[in-house]
């Protein structure tokens, strides 16, 4: 797979490429990653890439003509049908089943924005599809870019140590993992789950889906109504739902009678 990355700073997604499992899939060739400094396309003696927007307001905007370029530019270097992708704070939220998408792709480009972000006609003319890693502001697209290649990277054929990692990750089937335990077995009198050391693994993989439908309705709730597991995996979801179902049908019960007893 290949990506290119439009930013004002090359050397800081550069240097995040060397560690980890991004830097292990560019080592084996599965992956390369090329920057393009929309500086380089500039055309005054300054190098201006920005602007005051129209309109007044604060901070700068950046500017299209140097902009533009440095996409196309980076764009020609893909192969054919790579998606051009902003990081930008509108897009739409980026999550796993998005990741599998673009890395079923040969190439994507990223534009990493900076200042209040970039001149609108840049995203008409220029950007197919806009993503947005979280609810929140950072200082530039970089490090959303870098977060978009690590996601892409590990789904890699190849990038894995353990090619399994990747399908039992977080979100694979829109629920949070369970929890994990190495050794020891027993730290500051806290013990591993019993099930983990038995041996059973039919047994183990039933426990990890419970907890994993369990935390996922006790952290993000939100991920069980929009969660389209298969399997053992959906079996666990509706066991839990009928579970919770009775339980709170048995503390409304519960209630009902305390309150025609009048405690």
Excluded: C, N
Aim: hydrophobic letters at 40%; glycine letters at 12%; zero cysteines.
């Amino acid at each position: 797979m290949k990506i290119e990355v439009v930013t004002l700073f090359p050397r800081m997604i550069a240097v995040a490429l060397e560690f980890g499992i991004v830097g292990r899939a560019i080592g084996r060739g599965l992956l390369s990653v090329g920057t393009e400094d929309p500086r380089a396309h500039a055309t005054d003696a300054h190098r201006t890439v920005d602007d005051r927007p129209y309109g007044g307001g604060p901070g700068m905007v950046m500017k299209p003509e140097p902009l533009l370029a440095a996409i196309r530019a980076a764009h020609a270097r893909l192969p054919a049908g790579s998606p051009r992708v902003y990081l930008s704070a509108q897009g739409r939220p980026f999550r796993q089943a998005q990741a599998q998408e673009l890395a079923a792709l040969p190439g994507v480009l990223l534009l990493a924005g900076r200042y209040e972000g970039v001149d609108e006609r840049v995203i008409e003319l220029g950007i197919d599809l806009e993503l947005s890693v979280g609810d929140y502001v950072v200082s530039g697209g970089e490090l959303p870019a870098l977060t978009v290649i690590d996601a892409l990277a590990r789904l890699l054929p190849g990038a894995l140590g353990d090619e399994r990692s990747s399908l039992d990750d977080s979100f694979v089937q829109g629920l949070l993992e369970g929890p994990h335990y190495t050794r020891p077995e027993v730290f500051e009198g806290r013990s591993v789950p019993p099930v983990l050391l038995s041996g059973d693994h039919a047994d183990i993989r039933r426990w990890r889906l419970e907890q994993s439908v369990a935390r996922t309705a006790e952290r993000r709730p939100d991920l069980l109504a929009r969660a389209r597991p298969t399997g053992a995996a959906r079996r666990a979801l509706d066991e839990f739902q009928t579970g919770a179902s009775s339980d709170a049908g048995a503390g409304a019960a519960s209630a009902a009678g305390r309150e025609d007893r009048g405690d």
